[in-house]
């Protein structure tokens, strides 16, 4: 022994690091501190044996052929992480260390045997492996998963690893993703979702985004998508963000299903809102309604009431027909029926409601979905076509009998020859009843024409005053009243002289039927820049207030006293056709019990 190896020895037993040194060819262990016997599982005994023989599961390992190279060639050794297999308490076990194998050489300079130094990095070879494996099985799931992954190096914005989900979402192949930046990769994205990117790395808050619209350019052709997807910021073990992962599923199908679903729901309630239908949800088990703003307004209220009110606005000779509706909708599972309500108001309404049950798995009735339509105004004109048609019936009935009446006379007198005086004045009243039949039944077939858009004008110029005596002509000669015309007696005007003239007519006549005891009639006309407006005044009981809206509707007849009048209530219907037809406007001016005042006006027209 050379003088420094006491000194050598002392320095290796307090080492906390395996430390060891091998003499001779045979490398025979001099000397081994506490840490390289514990790390070996072996006692002092080893001490003196040659490392093979002390441990023989070196043998079949690169490490005694190292310490051997650096006894004969004088060459240091040094590994990075080497994986030895020592044989602890029977059990062969894996250890991980560096190694420093260095030639020990005495004061001639001569290699007398090689020290170890030792530094065991078990623990962090292992947690490198976990981590490692961790990737891999990351990196397996990643290409696995069934929704699009993409994980980006949060320095570089390279792309590390990327599936085939996200690779046929962008319409990209793995060769022009990964392992490229994202933005070269997809620029199509960079300029909104760049500066996304940026700040979750800044700030480590992930950003979430659903049904993102984007253009991605897929096989070369630009595609409108939508797309869920999350940047969640991936840290490392000291809490650094090191990359991003992007987690993307395409929702473009399910958005376009949902926005198809929602216009034609939009349809739907623009088509309801336009028919002004009020909708009701029916819930049968707790008796409770959901009802539309359009349901509460036709019930008279300005918001939704509970279902008892709703119950209580029915008129109570109707509730029975809701009642045995609802018993047949239970049974049919459809709804149907019509009745009155009424309004807080007191006033009274029609309505027609629909709807369809629906039942639960067990088949019991759960749920009504309907509709409600204000049917008033559809009641009140069935109610005046109804009305016309018994009135039709009775206008036309009147003049048959009378002529058939006048012909029967007729063939008596004829064949008897008796009062041939008499044939002429019964000729005269057939006639009379004729004229009438083909009022009536020229009214119809106006109305008919009207109603194809079919009344033709034909127009041509005519002196005004001329029109309206011509047209009073009938009043005059009777002697009961005194037609009065003011205006200027040269005015001419361009217009279907026979249609003004039947206006003329109906409101002359309107006047001698709804103001008999007015003897006075005023028909006044009066030129302003392009058209003229004439008017025709009686002095009789004039025209209730609510009735003023309604007398140019088809079948309206005023009927304020009771008395029942003669017509069909065509007159002012047909005569305010005429008057659009030629461009005019038509109305009324009344005050009840101070007479009425029609009026119309007309173009000048050309020559």
Not at 272 to 277: G, L, N, R, T, V
Not at 371 to 388: A, P, S, V, Y
Not at 529 to 544: C, H, L, R
């Amino acid at each position: 022994m050379e003088p420094t190896e006491s000194t050598f020895r002392e320095m290796v037993n307090l080492s906390p690091f395996p430390v060891y040194l091998c003499t001779g060819e045979d490398l025979v262990i001099t000397v081994a501190n506490n840490a390289t016997l514990k790390a070996w599982s072996r006692d002092a005994s080893v001490i003196g044996k040659p490392i093979a023989v002390a441990l023989p599961e070196l043998r079949d390992q690169p490490f005694l052929g190292y310490l051997l190279n650096v006894y004969r060639t004088g060459q240091p050794f040094h590994s990075d992480i080497s994986r030895v297999d020592i044989n602890a308490n029977g059990v062969l076990q894996t250890y991980y260390y560096k190694f420093n194998y260095l030639p020990m050489r005495n004061s001639a300079g001569e290699i007398y045997g090689v020290a170890a130094f030792n530094t065991e990095v078990t623990e962090l070879e292992r947690a490198k492996q976990e981590v490692e494996e961790s990737r891999m099985i990351l990196y397996n799931l990643v290409r696995q998963a069934p929704v699009g992954i993409c994980i980006i190096g949060a320095n570089d914005l390279v792309v590390d690893v990327v599936n085939e989900s996200y690779l046929e979402l962008v319409g990209k192949k793995r060769w022009q993703v990964e392992n490229r930046n994202i933005w070269d990769a997809i620029p199509e994205a960079k300029a909104f979702y760049s500066p996304v990117m940026d700040r979750v790395i800044a700030t480590g808050e992930a950003f979430v985004a659903q049904e993102a619209e984007l253009i991605l350019i897929r096989d070369g052709i630009a595609e409108n998508v939508f797309v869920d997807f999350v940047y969640e910021p991936v840290r490392h073990f000291d809490g650094t963000i090191n990359a991003i992962m992007v987690i993307a599923f395409e929702v473009t199908d399910k958005v376009l299903a949902r926005r198809a679903i929602e216009d034609i729901e939009e349809r739907n309630r623009l088509a309801i809102e336009a028919a002004e239908i009020g909708t009701f949800d029916f819930d049968l088990v707790h008796t409770t309604t959901v009802t539309s703003d359009r349901f509460n307004q036709i019930f008279g209220f300005d918001g939704p009431v509970p279902h008892r009110l709703l119950i209580d606005a029915f008129h109570p000779e109707d509730k029975q027909i809701r009642e045995h509706a609802h018993e047949e909708a239970l049974r049919s599972g459809y709804l149907y029926y019509e009745a009155r309500i009424i309004w807080p108001d007191d006033s009274m309404h029609w309505i027609r409601a629909q709807g369809k049950v629906y039942r639960d798995k067990n088949e019991k009735p759960v749920r009504m979905l309907g509709t409600i339509l204000d049917i008033t105004e559809f009641k009140r004109l069935q109610q005046q076509k109804d009305d016309f048609i018994s009135v039709a019936s009775h206008e036309l009935k009147t003049p048959m009998t009378s002529v058939k009446a006048s012909i029967q006379i007729l063939d008596k007198l004829i064949r008897t020859g008796t009062n041939p005086d008499k044939i002429s004045t019964f000729i005269d009243k057939a006639n009379s009843s004729l004229n009438k039949m083909q009022h009536l039944i020229e009214s119809l077939l106006n109305v008919s024409r009207i109603s194809a858009g079919q009344l033709e004008l034909s127009k041509s110029r005519f002196n005004v005053t001329e029109m309206i005596n011509e047209s009073c002509d009938y009043v005059r000669v009777a002697g009961d009243y005194q037609v009065i015309i003011k205006g200027d007696k040269d005015l001419e005007i361009v217009a279907d002289k026979q249609k003004i003239e039947q206006i003329l007519v109906n409101l002359v006549n309107n006047a001698v039927k709804y103001a008999p005891n007015s003897k006075e009639i005023i028909i006044e006309f009066t030129k302003r820049k392009t058209t003229i407006k004439i008017s025709v005044q009686d002095f009789g009981e004039g025209i209730p207030y609510d009735k003023i809206p309604h007398l140019f509707e088809r079948y309206y007849r005023v009927d304020s006293t009771g008395v029942q009048y003669s017509g069909l209530g065509l007159g002012l219907y047909i005569s305010a056709e005429i008057v659009e037809r030629h461009g005019g406007k038509i109305g009324v001016n009344s005050d009840a019990g101070r007479g009425s005042s029609f009026w119309f006006t007309l173009p000048l027209g050309d020559s």
